[in-house]
């Protein structure tokens, strides 16, 4: 939770800094961080999308496809299912994934506050 509230700060202490710092106009500033925002929290969304499982049945499709025009060796099948049996490259993976979910929700969620609050400033 702290690293949480500690990235929300050091995202809006980024963008006070980038004021200051680059010669641009407050509104290009703002415009620049709410897109910025909005491309994060999208990652985000569509990261959480893929994480419920909603487009599983287009993935394997594709994965199948895949398998159906390159075949594998053997020792590569092998490696692919030790590799999925693994629990703790499977726990690395999932946490990984929800450590980067989180942080550009974050991330974007702060530069979108920052651009509201810089367009009410002018």
Same mark, same amino acid.
Request: proline residues 2%; aromatic residues 6%; positive net charge.
């Given at each position: 939770m702290k690293w949480k509230l500690s990235l929300f700060f =050091?995202? #809006?202490?980024g963008w006070y #800094? /980038? &004021?200051l710092a680059v010669p641009f106009t407050k509104a290009s500033l703002s415009n620049a961080a709410f897109l910025?925002? =909005?491309f994060l929290l999208i990652? /985000?969304?569509i990261a959480? #999308? +893929?994480k419920t499982g909603f487009l599983t049945?287009? &993935?394997?499709? +594709? !994965?199948? @496809?895949?398998? !159906?025009? #390159? !075949?594998?060796s053997r020792a590569m099948e092998r490696a692919d299912k030790q590799i999925k049996n693994?629990? &703790? @490259?499977?726990? +690395?993976? &999932?946490? =990984?994934?929800a450590f980067i979910t989180q942080s550009t929700f974050i991330v974007g969620a702060g530069s979108i506050l920052i651009s509201v609050i810089s367009i009410v400033m002018l």
């Open positions: =050091l995202t #809006i202490l #800094i /980038a &004021t910025i925002g =909005l990652i /985000a969304s959480i #999308i +893929f049945p287009v &993935t394997e499709g +594709f !994965r199948i @496809i895949g398998e !159906r025009m #390159i !075949r594998k693994d629990h &703790t @490259i499977q726990s +690395f993976k &999932t946490n =990984l994934g």
